[in-house]
């Protein structure tokens, strides 16, 4: 595509979760496809390419906890070849957002994907956040290795009767198969809350979301400053 009397070529990779399959695949764009920057979306696909690559830029978008994550030094200055958007929301926004909806909830149920970095950081905010506010929190956990719908819904289940609402944050598998946990919301007749806007085209009740496009858009201009521009990444805030 033409854009700024610059032509881009995009090649897309996608390895479904395959981790050691995205690794191979991020070399082979830098090695044999020779492209002049990496783009990601998340924090399970930023970490690997923020590893592996060092020779090239990386443009990252949709991670909520850059920082936290390991992925830039700061948001302020990223440092090395690495700059994006972020899509971190205020958890303290959040539980509120759910209390002006639904005030009288005691308990909150959170469905995670364990040992994402993204996912947990988000989770342990997200209680301290409801606790100061009185409420008791609940969670229950899928794996990296979630593959279906199913899945989610399982572990939805396992705290669904004990919690007045079930709450999904930005989180990889919850953001692919968050409609299992929406079903058995629905089933108990129980809100949901979500961190990711297109949940709620699956049937979550409230969202104090992010406009992915915007944010994607956001790091598009990042990539033109440095093709164009040549801007180091490093310099570029977050």
């Given at each position: 595509e033409e854009q700024d009397d610059i032509t881009v070529e995009f090649k897309f990779f996608d390895a479904y979760g395959d981790l050691e399959a995205y690794k191979?695949?991020?070399?082979?764009?830098?090695?044999?496809?020779?492209?002049?920057?990496i783009f990601t979306t998340g924090t399970r696909s930023t970490q690997p390419a923020v590893e592996i690559i060092k020779e090239i830029p990386v443009v990252f978008t949709a991670v909520a906890e850059p920082v936290k994550a390991g992925i830039v030094q700061s948001a302020e200055n990223p440092g090395a070849n690495v700059t994006g958007t972020h899509c971190g929301i205020p958890t303290n926004s959040q539980v509120r957002a759910i209390l002006k909806?639904?005030?009288?909830?005691?308990?909150?149920?959170?469905?995670?994907?364990?040992?994402?970095?993204?996912?947990?950081?988000q989770a342990a905010d997200f209680i301290e956040a409801a606790e100061a506010l009185g409420l008791k929190v609940l969670v229950s956990t899928v794996s990296l290795e979630t593959k279906t719908q199913a899945e989610v819904e399982e572990a939805a289940r396992k705290i669904v009767d004990s919690v007045d609402v079930l709450v999904a944050l930005q989180d990889t598998s919850l953001s692919r198969y968050g409609r299992g946990m929406i079903s058995v919301a629905e089933e108990k007749k129980k809100p949901t809350y979500v961190s990711l806007e297109q949940l709620l085209s699956e049937g979550a009740m409230i969202s104090l979301g992010i406009d992915f496009a915007a944010i994607g858009a956001m790091a598009g201009g990042q990539a033109l400053l440095i093709l164009k521009q040549k801007v180091y990444p490093g310099n570029i805030p977050i």
């Open positions: 191979l695949g991020l070399k082979k764009l830098v090695e044999v496809d020779k492209v002049d920057l909806v639904v005030p009288d909830i005691k308990a909150i149920g959170i469905v995670y994907t364990s040992k994402e970095e993204n996912a947990e950081f």
